[in-house]
């Protein structure tokens, strides 16, 4: 992997970190982004960051041993992304991000724990598809990694129970795309609770799912 390469991830993490810090997606220090590396590695937002004001220069570098090679000390919930990236080969970015909607939606307690949110719209079948809940685990506990293992290898989104969405994408912009689209969704779910709303019918998800492939 080039220097050129790492420099423009740097850049990219910082970028969306700003761009969704400043649009209200994340608050104060929460959340955090992460990217595969070809050689094996991944770049990790430092922990206690925030994402709004990232320093490129400071971001993790871990090589494919999880081990620190620069930057600052990594997110604590670097075990839970790199138990994702275990079970998606095809998974390149990861955003996790306390976004208002999607947390309140997690702490609803007549929610389907198999599948969150209904499919309201087209594009939040292509871009999310079913959004398992992850029980209630403390901020960086080691046993959320086990608990998302068994579900990250057929969800490339998941949503951590009283804390916040887990999207894997392809490319970071894919990551933080469905992540939007996962906040905007759980937004009109909560407009429309309690008005019957009309949702996709199973052949219409089918059709979404057969012509637009996540990964
Ligand atoms: O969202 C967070 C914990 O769940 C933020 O933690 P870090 O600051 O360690 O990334
Ligand atoms: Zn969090």
Redesign the pocket.
């Known amino acids: 992997m080039s220097v050129h390469d790492d420099n423009r991830l740097r850049e990219q993490i910082a970028m969306f970190g700003q761009s969704l810090f400043d649009r209200g997606l994340t608050m104060g220090?929460?959340?955090?982004i992460s990217v595969r590396l070809a050689d094996g590695g991944w770049l990790m937002?430092p922990?206690?960051?925030c994402l709004g004001r990232l320093d490129p220069a400071r971001i993790s570098r871990l090589d494919s041993e999880r081990r620190l090679l620069d930057g600052d000390r990594p997110?604590?919930?670097s075990f839970l992304h790199l138990a994702v990236y275990g079970e998606r080969p095809q998974s390149g970015a990861i955003v996790?991000l306390?976004s208002t909607h999607s947390v309140a939606v997690s702490c609803l307690p007549e929610i389907d724990p198999g599948d969150c949110i209904p499919p309201l719209t087209a594009y939040y079948v292509m871009r999310v598809g079913k959004l398992p809940l992850v029980p209630y685990h403390m901020?960086?506990d080691p046993t959320l990694g086990d608990a998302v293992r068994g579900l990250a290898g057929k969800h490339s989104a998941v949503l951590l129970a009283n804390?916040g969405p887990v999207v894997a994408g392809k490319s970071l912009e894919a990551a933080v795309y469905a992540t939007e689209e996962l906040e905007e969704t759980a937004r009109l779910f909560l407009l429309l609770r309690g008005q019957n709303p009309r949702c996709l019918s199973d052949a219409q998800v089918a059709e979404l799912e057969a012509r637009f492939l996540r990964d």
């Open positions: 220090s929460s959340g955090n937002t922990t206690n960051a997110t604590k919930e996790h306390h901020p960086g804390h």
